[in-house]
């Protein structure tokens, strides 16, 4: 079992920045991804970013590239986010995920989920 625990959200105003801290515990190794997703009300979960913990490599979808950067810290088994220009539609509750193996960008593909954080971005 992977425990996640989010934290870094809050209210912000457009244009502003957060970061988000996702915490994992358990049976954490270096063969795992971990994932960002946010869902606003009355919408679909999304995805919005993922890191492989080995390689550092990342991804992240085209509605967030060139603001958020995701970056992990193996000494903390933290992964974060970091997210710049904030726009009102980054409104949302913000997810961690974690899976062993590759990442993917499906919500599907991912056992271990955090509580969620709440951002919000005031115009």
């Known amino acids: 079992q992977v425990q996640l625990v989010e934290s870094g959200g809050g209210l912000v105003q457009a244009g502003g920045s957060l970061r988000l801290s996702c915490a994992a515990s358990?049976?954490?190794?270096?063969?795992?991804?971990v994932a960002w997703f946010r869902q606003a009300p009355g919408k679909e979960r999304e995805f919005v970013s993922a890191?492989?913990?080995?390689?550092?490599?990342?991804q992240h979808a085209d509605s967030v590239k060139g603001r958020f950067t995701i970056s992990r810290d193996n000494a903390k088994n933290t992964v974060y986010l970091q997210m710049t220009s904030l726009k009102p539609e980054d409104t949302a509750v913000y997810y961690c995920?974690?899976?062993?193996?590759?990442?993917?960008?499906?919500?599907?593909?991912?056992?271990?989920w955090g509580q969620g954080t709440q951002v919000t971005v005031s115009s």
């Open positions: 358990g049976r954490t190794s270096s063969n795992y991804a």
């Open positions: 890191i492989s913990w080995n390689s550092g490599g990342a």
């Open positions: 995920a974690a899976r062993e193996g590759m990442r993917y960008s499906d919500a599907k593909s991912y056992p271990y």
